[in-house]
């Protein structure tokens, strides 16, 4: 490709400008070699004619496409020079206000001076994960990408951010720390990244000030080392800073300020705690006002003070260090403010004896006043024999005390790193880390100092360091392609750095003079003169000798002599330090020891490198060996460079876009000279010696596929085609070289394959619009002709119109006289007719008069002589009426009034039942139910005494026969006569049960009538309200007739909320689960950390609502709450117990529950005796004997078991309470406080009676136990030497029921040991709760002292607050108490009638017993219910019932049976535990099921299968919960069968509100697995895939390609496709519906995965620009269509999954539509209206033209969307948030399975549960 054929005519090209630095031109002649001058045309139009020379002016730079401007990567620009550097990135900043764009391996940050939208965590999120070269450039793609190679090749990591002062380099490392600290959080509760946030604001602080080019500029620069274990989460940090500019604290120029810090202390110097330090405003200082101007616009600084505070307290900086702090540094400022004042003779001075500046400044730092004064006026000189003390002239004094200030200044900035060192160290062992330099980019001023010299040096060396790093990568680059490698030429600035720290270099020859005892900056620069006036890096000026020029890399810089010496040797005089190493202050003299004890830092050794001040060691003729400033720095410097050579670097330039730090303005000339110093252009040069452009093969083959023959298209191998295309267009074959994966160019070949391409095309649109204006001619001539035509028809038709109409009016005429004669004659005859039928009708109008009127008269007549008749007739009949109506009201008077006083009494009690009795319908219910239960009873008991009679009558036919045969084997006797009294009293008790039977029979009788008498009334009752009811049925029907709109706003409202209720509870639900996954983790760390013996406890124990929920405990019935608690007291230990009080109050209130159950039971006891009276015959003495006898049993037991255990717990309580009285006498200040005991002591009170009413409870029940085993004992003996078979028979039937008494000793023993051990648990328990109180005592006194500094409004304010929160809580409880009161009545009314049949069937067994030929009675009783669809298991085959089931359980294993097969068998499981009444069993399963689908999940996080299948079990469980609960409004689908199975014992509404947030949990990681499978797949199949082939344009790429950070041989990973991203959405919704997750449930699912689907595609759509153009849009538009059409083909397209992804659809049509003129503005706006006004302008900017047939979005078309869309009220959210989450709601879906027709495969091995059937 020869020059010519470059520029030729039409060409743009880049000619100097000394305004814009570089102006565009184009070509309007062809340049022939040769030609001396260049015709040029500029874009003014005017014409130039640009002079060319071979050696002074050469060609000019080439411009680049129109398609490669605005690129994301600068070396993916065909050309590579500096005006097409300086141009793209002027039109990224300033059209698209892109701030981040690439330069291979650099980062190129220009500051925008403005807030941008761009850092939130969407962004961080966005971003996190991706590849570098995937996203728009950013700060994040940076530090995402060095925290991936950190992760992957296991090498620590370096960003170094580099630039002026004000480019924004401090802002981008806060930045990167910020990407650092969301994604690689700790994994504890250390917060150790908010510890690294939290340091920025303290060093901004103390180490940022004003400058003439920026308000917060870093005079330091700083090395952060974040710490990251092996999991990759942040344990720490570390902190290095070098050259602190401590000139700062004494002078400033011009519009400068001193550090913040002075300011932010002047600025809060009233608030109370800075009194002492007695500042005034900052312009009463010399030290801060020095540059005349103390604010900064838009800074607050006592607002800042109170961030700097907040962020000292929060890295551990406590409250009286912080003080201190804040005391030493206004102690500087008094000291600047110290008076000097010269002596006469010129060569000493004097501080006068009231300088308040000086009694404050030593005052702060507790240092000795008259000390102090002399040594600032005077210095000693130490010799080898004599000491002496000489004076200081003013300007020595003054110079002393500068230099005493900047010396205190640095001390405390190290102390200050230091300890946010140590705040940020761990003991964890660091993995790795990824370190973030903000250092200062290279300077040049008019006067350059020592402080320039070292900057500029640092940057030489990372320049260095940044150029070997480039020219390695290109290396590798071209090794790993496997292309020949050449060397490429690069600026190597080793002499620069040998000029200035080699042997006798410019440090070294500053420190020997520095050595030298009258050493001058002049001798010095004499040396320097001498010594390098040959090198050619040292220049030296023509008009100074006191300055010397330095050759940098960026430039030449003029460095003044002047202060070199006395910066670098940094001279403190030791009499002055020694005083402030006596201050009385320990931080004071601490930051001055310091250097003593360790002596001059080393670089090895010390992890931190800081600049600060020289430190003289204890003698003074020693002071000369300390290190300088310069060998310092050099040190440290050197260390730096070590370690950033041991890491992976990634750079970072900032660039500062203007002087005037106004917003979005783009200054060239200031821009080239960054981008000429920080390297960028050095990075260009290094690419564009070799070769910048690369394609791979794929991309080639799509971009320049036109270029090709048919011939060639139909090679298979796309490689051997591209290779075959380029031999042909490029014949120089060293413009290119073919690699492995990817084709190599020179510069500017890609530009001339885009000029062949171009052409290409032209010459196709020539040939196309040659076709298409013959095609539109012919049809121009084809209109004409058919014009001509139909005007010709148009024509003859008129005519031949014209001539139809003269005839047609002829004929008309003819018509017209035709009907007007007809007319005239038709008149004449009407008007002669109308005359006739006149006269005829007045003639017999007449005569019909006449008749008329006759007819009248006769009725007239008639009429008066029916009234008459009828008059007297109705006469005598109101005569006899009369007589008869009043005969009726004296008799209907005397019955109204009857009437009336009962219809007054019924309307007075219906009007009562009306307003009360609501639901008497329930009540008859009720009544009849319970009337129906009485004669259930009634029947069992007819049953039950048929029993006892028969029993009876078998016993004594049977006695009588064994009296017989004893008549007939022994004499008659006494023995006879015993056993007829005995035979009497069974007759006598039969006669008894027989009477006993006939009053239960009235009993019941009577009381049957009086039920249903009651049911008569209350059904008439219930007819009325009946009635009423209806009428009012009727009357809000009508009302709602009229209110039908008003309702169904109202219900989609209420909707609404309902679901942002429902959205906000499951958010918590998920931060529970989260919070719980958390704890989870920590638990994990500390037994990995450290094994604590004996210790027991396992959280699978527990119960699911204490050990992995917040939810209360929950139990089955009241002993089981009882039970429960101790069980939990025994688990938590004692002293955790006793930090909860609601454990002691569940004992409590179980105590007085257990107090009211004692006394019906007593009543009951009562009754029972009284009948066992009436029964009984024995004399009265034997009854007395038995009181007596149960006394003193009682009286014995309860003297045994108090005298043992009252006096060790009232010894205790008494100590308790004198403590409690102690401490609470000590803090009476408060009021609260004093009750908070109060009350504590009435509880100790409360619980101690209720214990020994418990205990004499306990004592009455077994003294009760004792006295029936005796009376049984003596009723059933018989004397064994007489009978002794009977005896036998006896012992066998009562071996059961007797108990030994020793045996019964021991067991009432055991029971007070327990009783005894859980009082004392319950002493341990109060006595932690007092230390509580102590604990809460002293935090209240502190609150009561915070309140003492509040103002009385405030005060009131918070006093009623409080107030209304407890008055809250306390409502609250008391709520929570009376619903679990009514539940627990239910339960016991339930457990009562269960008891009683128990009772009556063990009657009936032992009955049974004694009388085997009743045992088959009482079975076929036993069989009247019948109960099925229950499993049996023992509780020791709990946990293997839970692991076969959930633990081990796989989804296969059940794959083939009823889905949900395990929640089918767990609550088969339930109802046989309900059935048998067994709250614990019924506890322990469900927690222990609970518990186990955590695990399982948590095990089993990332899988969809395992999720999805356990989701659907668990719903199904919480829905068999429900339908089978007994619940009304759960059974109205269930069959007669599925009612029989109903819950009996237990209400699970709890356990449901559990189980539903288990549910909840699951859902959401079911979401997360999914959303986690389907993120890699999203981009690539929605943006990237050609769904549509041929349709995508590709465009160059540089060297951030997409998938640069992944090492693959072979292209990169295969991308997936649209139809991968359908099959995984199907095999989601398969394996849902294959675990019989409910349709509702996965509607839901699906719905939630298409909004991840838009908020992913979105979110890169607005963060990439290679991917925003019109065949995105287009490929885009396809592949929601085919979404769409999947949704669909499953039925799903009504779940409103196409409405989630509308942003997308819009964002897909934004791309497609036409965006020029103010119509298609207007369009646009009405059609994205899912969209934000910034999602809409972020997409136009980044909108990108494929080809240069298309036209870019103008920045007026912007600003006009922004004018019609400024006044939408929407979110300024760039990014969809891709973690928001829809409400999920869990229908209730009834199961038609029956349960006993549930099968259990064998492969289950469940073999050890039984099926019930009873």
């Not at 249903?1012 to 009946?1026: C, G, I």
């Not at 990995?1088 to 992995?1108: A, C, E, I, T, V």
Request: contains cysteine.
């Amino acid at each position: 490709m020869s020059v010519t054929e470059l520029y030729s005519r039409y060409t743009r090209v880049w000619i100097p400008d000394p305004e814009e630095v570089w102006k565009s031109a184009e070509i309007i002649k062809d340049y022939k070699e040769g030609d001396t001058v260049l015709h040029l045309k500029l874009e003014d139009e005017s014409t130039l004619e640009y002079s060319i020379g071979p050696k002074d002016n050469p060609l000019p730079f080439l411009r680049n496409p129109d398609i490669l401007v605005g690129e994301n990567d600068l070396t993916a620009l065909s050309y590579l020079h500096e005006p097409a550097v300086l141009h793209n990135l002027k039109v990224r900043f300033l059209e698209s206000n892109h701030i981040y764009t690439y330069c291979g391996i650099v980062l190129v940050a220009i500051n925008p001076y403005e807030q941008l939208q761009i850092y939130g965590e969407e962004v961080i999120n966005a971003y996190s994960g991706q590849n570098m070269g995937d996203m728009d450039p950013h700060i994040f793609a940076v530090a995402e990408e060095a925290y991936k190679q950190m992760a992957r090749d296991e090498k620590n990591q370096s960003i170094i951010v580099s630039g002026e002062s004000g480019a924004g380099k401090t802002v981008s490392a806060k930045y990167a720390m910020r990407f650092f600290a969301t994604v690689g959080g700790s994994a504890n509760d250390t917060n150790v990244e908010e510890k690294v946030l939290a340091s920025s604001p303290i060093m901004e602080a103390i180490g940022n000030a004003k400058t003439t080019r920026n308000d917060n500029s870093s005079r330091f620069g700083k090395y952060i080392q974040i710490g990251f274990d092996r999991r990759y989460h942040i344990i720490g940090a570390n902190m290095r800073t070098y050259l602190l500019e401590k000139s700062r604290v004494v002078f400033q120029a011009e519009e400068e300020r001193n550090y913040h810090i002075f300011y932010q202390l002047c600025a809060s110097s009233s608030l109370p705690e800075f009194k002492d330090l007695t500042l005034t405003s900052a312009e009463d200082f010399t030290y801060t006002s020095l540059g005349e101007n103390i604010f900064i616009e838009g800074v607050n600084d006592a607002e800042d003070l109170v961030k700097t505070r907040e962020a000292l307290t929060m890295l551990g900086v406590k409250e009286i260090h912080q003080m201190s702090i804040f005391k030493i540094i206004a102690s500087i400022l008094h000291l600047g403010n110290v008076g000097i004042v010269s002596e006469r003779d010129g060569e000493s001075c004097h501080i006068n004896r009231d300088d308040t500046s000086l009694h404050h400044f030593c005052r702060l730092l507790g240092i000795e006043q008259e000390q102090m004064e002399h040594w600032l006026c005077r210095r000693k000189l130490v010799t080898t024999a004599e000491t002496y003390v000489k004076n200081m002239s003013h300007a020595q004094a003054a110079n002393a005390r500068d230099a005493l200030a900047k010396h205190i200044y640095a001390h405390l900035f190290d102390w200050i790193v230091e300890h946010i060192n140590k705040a940020l160290h761990t003991s964890t062992k660091q993995h790795s880390f990824i370190g973030v330099l903000d250092i200062y980019g290279f300077e040049t001023f008019e006067i350059n100092s020592f402080e320039q010299f070292c900057i500029n040096y640092a940057n030489e060396k990372l320049q260095q360091q940044f150029n070997s790093h480039v020219f390695k990568l290109e290396q590798e680059e071209y090794m790993k392609e496997q292309i020949p490698w050449t060397l490429i030429d690069f600026y190597d600035n080793q002499p620069c750095i040998d000029l200035i720290e080699a042997k006798l270099g410019i440090l070294d020859l500053l420190d020997e003079e520095c050595k030298v005892p009258k050493g001058t900056d002049q001798n010095w620069a004499q040396k320097l003169y001498s010594q390098h006036s040959n090198s050619g890096h040292f220049e030296k000026p023509r008009m100074s000798n006191r300055s010397f020029i330095v050759v940098h890399f960026a430039d030449k810089v003029e460095y003044q002599c002047d202060g070199f010496l006395e910066k670098n040797r940094d001279t403190v005089y030791e009499e002055q330090i020694n005083i402030l190493k006596a201050s009385q202050f320990q931080l004071v003299a601490d930051l001055f020891h310091d250097g003593k004890d360790s002596g001059p830092p080393s670089a090895s050794k010390s992890s931190k490198i800081n600049i600060r001040a020289a430190k003289p060691l204890p003698k003074g003729h020693n002071r000369e060996h300390r290190k300088t400033v310069g060998t310092q720095f050099r040190n440290s410097l050197h260390l730096l460079m070590e370690t950033l050579n041991a890491t992976t670097p990634h750079y970072v330039r900032c660039i500062k876009p203007n002087d005037f730090k106004e917003s979005f303005v783009f200054d060239s000339r200031r821009a080239v000279q960054q981008l000429r110093a920080c390297g960028v252009l050095e990075t260009i040069r290094i690419s564009a010696a070799g070769y910048p452009s690369r394609w791979t093969y794929p991309d080639f083959f799509s971009r320049y596929r036109v270029l090709m023959t048919k011939k060639d298209m139909t090679i298979g191998d796309k490689k051997q085609v591209c290779k075959n295309l380029l031999e042909t267009l490029i014949k120089d074959p060293d413009k290119f070289q073919f690699g492995k994966t990817k084709i190599f160019f020179r510069a500017g070949q890609v530009a001339y394959l885009e000029k062949l391409r171009a052409d290409k095309f032209r010459f196709a649109c020539i040939k196309i619009q040659k076709t298409v204006r013959g095609w539109l001619q012919r049809i121009r001539y084809r209109k004409i002709r058919k014009s001509a035509v139909t005007l010709q028809r148009y024509g003859r038709g008129y005519l031949a119109r014209r001539y139809a109409e003269m005839l047609r009016l002829t004929r008309a005429a003819l018509i017209c006289q035709k009907q007007y004669r007809m007319v005239r004659v038709r008149r004449e005859y009407l008007r002669t007719r109308r005359a006739v039928i006149t006269i005829q009708a007045f003639a017999r109008g007449m005569f019909i008069r006449r008749l008329y009127q006759e007819f009248l008269l006769h009725h007239k007549a008639m009429i008066i002589q029916k009234s008459v008749r009828g008059w007297l007739v109705r006469k005598k009949y109101l005569h006899a009426r009369n007589a008869a109506i009043v005969i009726q009201c004296f008799y209907r008077r005397v019955r109204a009034r009857r009437q009336l006083k009962q219809l007054k009494i019924e309307a007075r009690s219906a009007e009562h039942f009306k307003k009360l009795n609501v639901g008497m319908e329930n009540k008859i219910v009720q009544l009849q139910k319970k009337m129906d239960n009485q004669s259930k009873e009634y029947k069992s008991q007819n049953e039950q005494l048929s029993v006892a009679n028969n029993a009876l009558g078998s016993e004594v036919t049977k006695l009588q026969k064994e009296v017989e045969t004893l008549r007939s084997r022994q004499t008659p006797g006494t023995q006879v006569t015993s056993l007829q009294e005995e035979l009497e009293k069974l007759r006598v008790e039969l006669q008894e049960a027989h009477t006993q039977r006939k009053q239960i029979e009235e009993e019941l009788s009577n009381e049957k009538q009086g039920l249903e008498q009651r049911v008569e009334e209350l059904e008439k009752e219930n007819t009325l309200l009946k009635k009423e009811k209806e009428e009012m049925n009727r009357r809000i029907q009508a009302s709602n007739q009229g209110q039908g709109g008003d309702v169904s706003q109202k219900e989609i409202r209420l909707q609404v909320e309902l679901d942002e209720e429902r959205q906000r509870y499951q958010n918590l639900v998920k931060e529970y689960s989260r919070l719980e996954q958390r704890y989870e983790n920590l638990q994990e760390d500390m037994s990995s950390m450290k094994f604590h013996p004996g210790h027991r406890r396992n959280p699978s124990n527990q119960s699911s609502l204490g050990s992995d929920s917040n939810y209360p405990s929950i139990s089955m019935s009241e002993v089981g709450d009882t039970d429960d608690t101790i069980q939990q007291v025994e688990e938590m230990g004692i002293e955790k117990a006793a930090m909860d009080l609601s454990v002691f109050m569940k004992l409590q209130k179980r105590v007085r529950e257990l107090e009211q159950e004692r006394k019906r039971l007593q009543t009951n006891l009562e009754k029972v005796e009284e009948l066992s009276k009436r029964k009984g015959n024995e004399p009265k003495s034997s009854t007395s004997e038995d009181d007596i006898n149960t006394d003193l049993a009682y009286n014995s037991l309860k003297r045994q078991e108090l005298e043992t255990e009252n006096k060790k717990l009232k010894n205790d309580l008494n100590e308790l309470r004198k403590a409690v009285a102690d401490k609470a006498s000590d803090n009476n200040s408060s009021n609260e406080l004093q009750e908070g005991y109060n009350l504590l002591l009435n509880q100790l009170k409360a619980a101690n009676e209720e214990l020994d009413v418990r205990k004499e409870e306990v004592l009455m029940l077994k003294t009760q136990i004792v006295n029936s085993t005796r009376q049984s004992e003596n009723i059933n003996h018989i004397d064994s030497n007489d009978v002794s078979e009977w005896t036998n028979n006896k012992k066998a039937v009562d071996s059961e029921d007797t108990v030994d008494p020793p045996d019964l000793k021991k067991l009432l023993e055991a029971q007070l040991q327990t009783q005894s051990r859980q009082h004392k648990d319950e002493l341990e328990a109060l006595h932690t709760q007092i230390e509580l109180l102590k604990d809460n005592l002293e935090k209240k006194q502190e609150m009561l002292d915070h309140f003492s500094t509040l103002s009385p409004e405030a005060l009131v304010e918070f006093s009623v607050q409080q107030e209304i929160t407890r008055l809250t809580n306390e409502n609250l409880d008391l709520k929570e108490l009376v619903e679990k009161l009514e539940k627990n009545e239910k339960k016991l009314k339930k457990q009562l009638r269960i008891y009683m049949k128990k009772v009556q069937e063990l009657e009936v067994s032992q009955a049974t017993k004694s009388r085997p030929e009743l045992t088959r009675q009482v079975t076929v009783q036993r069989k009247e219910k019948d109960f099925e669809g229950m499993l049996e298991y023992y509780k020791e085959d709990e946990a293997l019932l839970v692991k076969t089931l959930i633990t081990d359980m796989k989804p296969n294993a059940v794959s083939a049976t009823v889905p949900c097969l395990p929640a089918y068998i767990l609550f088969m499981c339930i109802r046989h535990a309900d059935y048998i009444n067994d709250d614990q069993k019924v506890h322990s399963l469900l927690t222990a099921t609970i518990n186990a689908i955590k695990k399982v999940l948590k095990r089993n996080n990332d899988d969809f299968e395992m999720t999805s299948f356990w989701l659907a079990n668990s719903s199904r469980l919480l829905h068999c919960l429900k339908q089978y609960s007994g619940d009304e409004a759960f059974m109205t689908q269930n069959t007669a069968k599925q009612n029989e199975h109903c819950l009996k014992n237990f209400d699970l509404a709890e356990y449901r509100q559990v189980l539903s947030d288990l549910s909840i949990q699951i859902y959401q990681q079911l979401v997360k697995v999914a959303e986690g499978i389907m993120q890699p797949m999203i981009v690539s199949a929605m943006l990237e895939s050609e769904s549509i082939p041929s349709l995508a344009g590709v465009k160059p790429m540089g060297y951030r390609n997409r998938s640069s950070s992944l090492d693959c041989e072979s292209g990169g990973p295969a991308g997936y496709t649209l139809q991968a991203l359908i099959r995984q959405l199907g095999q989601f919704y398969t394996i849902m519906a294959d675990h019989g997750l409910d349709p509702e449930i996965s509607q839901q699912v699906v719905r939630q995965l298409f909004y991840s689907i838009n908020a992913v595609t979105l979110n890169n759509l607005l963060l990439r620009k290679d991917v925003c153009s019109w065949s995105t849009g287009m490929q885009l538009r396809y592949n929601i269509s085919q979404l769409e059409e999947w949704l669909r083909g499953k039925n799903l397209h009504q779940i409103g999954a196409v409405a989630s992804m509308e942003p997308v659809i819009q964002a897909a049509q934004l791309l497609q539509v036409k965006k020029k003129t103010s119509q298609d503005a207007e369009a646009i706006c009405s059609l994205c209206s899912a969209l934000s006004l910034q999602q809409i302008v972020k997409i136009l900017n980044l909108y990108t033209p494929l080809n240069e047939f298309e036209e870019r979005v103008t920045v007026s078309f912007i600003r006009d969307i922004q004018n019609r869309l400024q006044d939408r009220i929407e979110n300024n959210q760039l990014l969809a948030d891709t973690k928001y989450t829809f409400p999920v709601l869990f229908p209730y879906t009834p199961s038609a399975l029956s349960l006993e027709t549930v099968h259990i495969p064998a492969s289950l091995s469940l073999d050890f549960l039984t099926r019930e059937k009873f």
